[in-house]
């Protein structure tokens, strides 16, 4: 201790000043101390405590720095946390510093705590968030100060991508200051300000390189979904963003308009009310052929989306003699439009607008698809909801109209107990899933079904049976084209699932295995899909027929009992649960790439599951099929879920398989899995609008592909009569 005594000045050269300035001189000393033991022994560590802080010191790794933010938080985060991080490479160390509970010390003004009123300023104009992130860049002396203002991420996000980033660019960075705050405002969860400080002064290409990662990869919180958004619903085809989900746009629309049964009977006036759907982008480029407006009319009639026929009812006809939505108040249906203004697009492109005319007034209700058969309902009168409408849960109504105030409930359409909005995953992408499975060493069925419980209290023997009951459509709608092969109605597909089934020439290559299988399976299911069968959305109906292909093939080749599809189900619906978090599975969104790709990695991951592989191995078969998906467009002939859709699904079957192979060998990604599903989000992203369920480029506008078009115009007329 006296020669530390002596030599006090030569250690505290070891750390930035910043830090020496808010240490105690008598944990200073403890430091010391403990960096000469880490000298004589590089490989050894130290956790230490001071009055408010608890110190980690280790050698210089960002494996180490990593794990200790991630995985050993001294004690949950309360609402306010200080971090401080030196790392000194040149003398082998790096030394964490958790000021736990230094809100409730009188020490806290000593460490420059920051205003977060002012601080929320950047994030809220007019009572809304306007941007989530905020990075800027510091000058002194010669050196640069990196600055984060982050709302809503996790902690455990925000410290995996700050140190993965630092290191990946290959940076010196000496001292890095985190203020964590807990905050009471609904809208911004947690409060993150990071200041990361440079041995040097960066230059452009540095500050562009850091800034696009930080932008890319801090991720935001998971959305509480359940497997049952990726895995359902059991619906009439052909697609689920565009058929089921616009069924339920039309579903809740009826029920908003029942909500208002009292406000429309006084205010109705002498003229007959009277209803309009107007349809936006791809589901007014392609909604037609997706039987869209047909599913709308009939979620007006209180048609949900396995009801047999359910289309049909939805027709212009039809649904203008039997509309009927409000009992004792007569409405009219007069049909639906198209409209080509782009005020509403938000990323997403399948857009409804329902409106219901009073004599003296306008009542409206926007609904969003955002694929495999969900949907929000952003806006109410055009204006934007702060919490949308999903039909899960009943929804209060206080609405201030021209004529004064309505209230009611918007019941739900969901055959669910109870969502729990308190309710959040332990983690929010792939790693942090992986991490959180080897930490707890919970089995993978047990962790997804723990989550389904506490977010929509359904417990393992109402899971199970749902399962069940899908497992068994999914099996008639591959049985069914194969026992009556038939052409859809537009003739462009069918009968093929049969022709491969039997192919079967001697001394073939093309034996009667799971590849072969899975491919006729699979083609199968979308067969009858665009003949507008009994099918269920895995994850969207487009691409429902991958799925269930491989796992038919397993199971007959296997013996398997249906239990253990139902747990390969359970998985394949868990992990396109987590990516749906950042991707949506329309089409229409990020391109096929979103629709088939995902399938064919949900594909893999079961097979890998039935196989018996590590939850590593069936995380990175899902990430290779997602990597080899990349890019894929979404460019349906005539706005039809037929071609190239169906002889897809069968193809992509072998992509699944193929995945599961190489990932049960051994074989990893060499691009992380988070890192591949938001490179999927990028290219999505910059995906021209022609190539995202437009039917305005690729295999669409291709001679073969306009004469379908032709043919479409018929059918346009009597749906628009236009």
Same mark, same amino acid.
């Given at each position: 201790?006296?020669?530390?005594?002596?030599?006090?000045?030569?250690?505290?050269?070891?750390? =930035? #000043?910043?830090?020496?300035?808010?240490?105690?001189?008598?944990?200073?000393?403890?430091?010391?101390?403990?960096?000469?033991?880490?000298?004589?022994?590089?490989?050894?560590?130290?956790?230490?405590?001071?009055?408010?802080?608890?110190?980690?010191?280790?050698?210089?790794?960002?494996?180490?720095?990593?794990?200790?933010?991630?995985?050993?938080?001294?004690?949950?985060?309360? #609402?306010?946390?200080?971090?401080?991080?030196?790392?000194?490479?040149?003398?082998?160390?790096?030394?964490?510093?958790?000021?736990?509970?230094?809100?409730?010390?009188?020490?806290?003004?000593?460490?420059?705590?920051?205003?977060?009123?002012?601080?929320?300023?950047?994030?809220?104009?007019?009572?809304?968030?306007?941007?989530?992130?905020?990075?800027?860049?510091?000058?002194?002396?010669? %050196?640069?100060?990196?600055?984060?203002?982050?709302?809503?991420?996790?902690?455990?996000?925000?410290?995996?991508?700050?140190?993965?980033?630092?290191?990946?660019?290959?940076?010196?960075?000496?001292?890095?200051?985190?203020?964590?705050?807990?905050?009471?405002?609904?809208?911004?969860?947690?409060?993150?300000?990071?200041?990361?400080?440079?041995?040097?002064?960066?230059?452009?290409?540095?500050?562009?390189?850091?800034?696009?990662?930080?932008? %890319?990869?801090?991720?935001?919180?998971?959305?509480?979904?359940?497997?049952?958004?990726?895995?359902?619903?059991?619906?009439?085809? =052909?697609?689920?963003?565009?058929?089921?989900?616009?069924?339920?746009?039309?579903?809740?629309?009826?029920?908003?308009?029942?909500?208002?049964?009292?406000?429309?009977?006084?205010?109705?006036?002498?003229?007959?009310?009277?209803?309009?759907?107007?349809?936006?982008?791809?589901?007014?480029?392609?909604?037609?052929?997706?039987?869209?407006?047909?599913?709308?009319?009939?979620?007006?009639?209180?048609?949900?989306?396995?009801?047999?026929?359910?289309?049909?009812?939805?027709?212009?006809?039809?649904?203008?003699?039997?509309?009927?939505?409000?009992?004792?108040?007569?409405?009219?249906?007069?049909?639906?439009?198209?409209?080509?203004?782009?005020?509403?697009?938000?990323?997403?492109?399948?857009?409804?607008?329902?409106?219901?005319?009073?004599?003296?007034?306008?009542?409206?209700?926007?609904?969003?698809?955002?694929?495999?058969?969900?949907?929000?309902?952003?806006?109410?009168?055009?204006?934007?909801?702060?919490?949308?409408?999903?039909?899960?849960?009943?929804?209060?109504?206080?609405?201030?109209?021209?004529?004064?105030?309505?209230?009611?409930?918007?019941?739900?359409?969901?055959?669910?107990?109870?969502?729990?909005?308190?309710?959040?995953? =332990?983690?929010?992408?792939?790693?942090?899933?992986?991490?959180?499975?080897?930490?707890?060493?919970?089995?993978?069925?047990?962790?997804?079904?723990?989550?389904?419980?506490?977010?929509?209290?359904?417990?393992?023997?109402?899971?199970?049976?749902?399962?069940?009951?899908?497992?068994?459509?999914?099996?008639?709608?591959?049985?069914?084209?194969?026992?009556?092969?038939?052409?859809?109605?537009?003739?462009?597909?069918?009968?093929?699932?049969?022709?491969?089934?039997?192919?079967?020439?001697?001394?073939?290559?093309?034996?009667?295995?799971?590849?072969?299988?899975?491919?006729?399976?699979?083609?199968?299911?979308?067969?009858?899909?665009?003949?507008?069968?009994?099918?269920?959305?895995?994850?969207?109906?487009?691409?429902?027929?991958?799925? =269930?292909?491989?796992?038919?093939?397993?199971?007959?080749?296997?013996?398997?009992?249906?239990?253990?599809?139902?747990?390969?189900?359970? !998985?394949?619906?868990?992990?396109?649960?987590?990516?749906?978090?950042?991707?949506?599975?329309?089409?229409?969104?990020?391109?096929?790439?979103?629709?088939?790709?995902?399938?064919?990695?949900?594909?893999?991951?079961?097979?890998?599951?039935?196989?018996?592989?590590?939850?590593?191995?069936?995380?990175?078969?899902?990430?290779?099929?997602?990597?080899? #998906?990349?890019?894929?467009?979404?460019?349906?002939?005539?706005?039809?879920?037929?071609?190239?859709? !169906?002889? %897809?699904?069968?193809?992509?079957?072998?992509?699944?398989?193929?995945?599961?192979?190489?990932?049960?060998?051994?074989?990893?990604?060499?691009?992380?899995?988070?890192?591949?599903?938001?490179?999927?989000?990028?290219?999505?992203?910059?995906?021209?609008?022609?190539?995202?369920?437009?039917?305005?480029?690729?295999?669409?506008?291709?001679?073969?592909?306009?004469?379908?078009?032709?043919?479409?115009?018929?059918?346009?007329?009597?749906?628009?009569? !236009?």
């Amino acid at each position: 201790m006296k020669e530390l005594l002596k030599n006090l000045n030569n250690y505290q050269n070891l750390f =930035p #000043s910043k830090y020496i300035h808010e240490a105690d001189k008598e944990d200073l000393l403890n430091i010391y101390l403990h960096i000469d033991k880490l000298k004589k022994n590089p490989k050894s560590s130290a956790s230490f405590k001071g009055d408010i802080e608890r110190f980690f010191l280790h050698r210089f790794s960002f494996s180490k720095l990593s794990k200790r933010l991630t995985r050993l938080l001294p004690f949950s985060v309360p #609402s306010v946390e200080l971090i401080k991080i030196v790392l000194n490479k040149k003398h082998n160390f790096m030394l964490t510093t958790f000021y736990n509970e230094i809100n409730s010390k009188l020490k806290y003004n000593n460490y420059n705590p920051i205003d977060l009123k002012k601080e929320m300023e950047v994030f809220i104009s007019n009572n809304k968030i306007i941007k989530e992130l905020d990075i800027s860049v510091i000058e002194k002396n010669k %050196r640069s100060v990196m600055v984060l203002k982050i709302i809503n991420v996790s902690s455990i996000t925000t410290f995996r991508n700050l140190i993965e980033t630092i290191q990946k660019n290959e940076v010196a960075v000496n001292y890095i200051k985190i203020w964590t705050y807990k905050t009471e405002d609904k809208r911004i969860r947690t409060y993150h300000k990071i200041d990361i400080h440079f041995n040097y002064k960066l230059d452009e290409n540095e500050i562009y390189s850091l800034k696009d990662d930080f932008e %890319r990869y801090l991720q935001h919180y998971i959305k509480p979904m359940s497997v049952f958004d990726m895995i359902g619903p059991s619906m009439i085809g =052909p697609s689920s963003s565009h058929t089921a989900g616009a069924n339920r746009i039309g579903h809740i629309a009826r029920n908003f308009f029942i909500s208002l049964k009292d406000y429309i009977l006084k205010n109705k006036g002498k003229k007959t009310p009277f209803i309009e759907v107007k349809l936006y982008s791809s589901f007014a480029d392609t909604g037609l052929g997706h039987k869209t407006p047909n599913a709308i009319g009939a979620g007006l009639l209180g048609y949900e989306t396995d009801s047999k026929n359910m289309t049909e009812y939805g027709k212009p006809d039809y649904i203008k003699n039997n509309f009927n939505i409000i009992d004792s108040i007569k409405i009219d249906f007069i049909g639906y439009f198209i409209d080509k203004s782009n005020s509403k697009l938000e990323n997403q492109g399948n857009i409804a607008k329902i409106t219901l005319f009073l004599e003296n007034e306008e009542i409206s209700i926007t609904g969003y698809s955002i694929g495999g058969g969900n949907i929000e309902i952003r806006y109410i009168n055009d204006i934007k909801l702060s919490d949308v409408i999903t039909g899960k849960e009943d929804y209060n109504l206080k609405l201030f109209l021209k004529n004064g105030k309505a209230n009611g409930v918007i019941k739900k359409i969901y055959n669910i107990k109870k969502v729990s909005k308190n309710t959040m995953p =332990p983690f929010n992408t792939m790693e942090e899933f992986l991490d959180y499975q080897k930490q707890s060493k919970k089995n993978i069925i047990d962790i997804i079904l723990e989550l389904e419980y506490s977010l929509q209290f359904t417990d393992k023997s109402e899971i199970y049976s749902k399962l069940e009951n899908y497992w068994d459509i999914m099996k008639e709608s591959i049985s069914e084209p194969l026992k009556n092969p038939k052409k859809s109605d537009f003739k462009l597909t069918g009968r093929d699932a049969k022709k491969i089934s039997d192919y079967n020439p001697k001394n073939s290559v093309f034996k009667n295995d799971i590849f072969k299988r899975a491919v006729f399976y699979s083609t199968a299911v979308n067969e009858f899909n665009a003949q507008s069968g009994l099918i269920v959305a895995c994850p969207t109906a487009g691409s429902a027929g991958i799925v =269930p292909g491989v796992l038919k093939a397993y199971q007959e080749l296997t013996q398997c009992n249906d239990k253990r599809i139902w747990k390969a189900l359970l !998985v394949a619906g868990f992990l396109g649960m987590i990516l749906f978090n950042d991707v949506t599975t329309a089409g229409a969104d990020f391109g096929c790439q979103a629709e088939i790709g995902s399938a064919a990695a949900m594909g893999a991951a079961a097979i890998a599951y039935l196989e018996g592989g590590s939850v590593e191995a069936i995380v990175h078969a899902f990430t290779l099929a997602i990597k080899n #998906s990349l890019g894929l467009v979404c460019d349906p002939v005539g706005g039809l879920v037929e071609v190239p859709c !169906v002889k %897809r699904n069968g193809i992509y079957s072998s992509m699944a398989l193929s995945c599961a192979l190489m990932a049960l060998s051994g074989v990893r990604s060499f691009v992380s899995p988070d890192e591949v599903i938001l490179a999927m989000q990028e290219i999505g992203n910059k995906l021209n609008k022609d190539y995202k369920e437009t039917a305005r480029g690729g295999l669409a506008k291709t001679r073969d592909g306009k004469e379908v078009n032709i043919k479409m115009k018929k059918l346009k007329q009597d749906f628009f009569g !236009v």
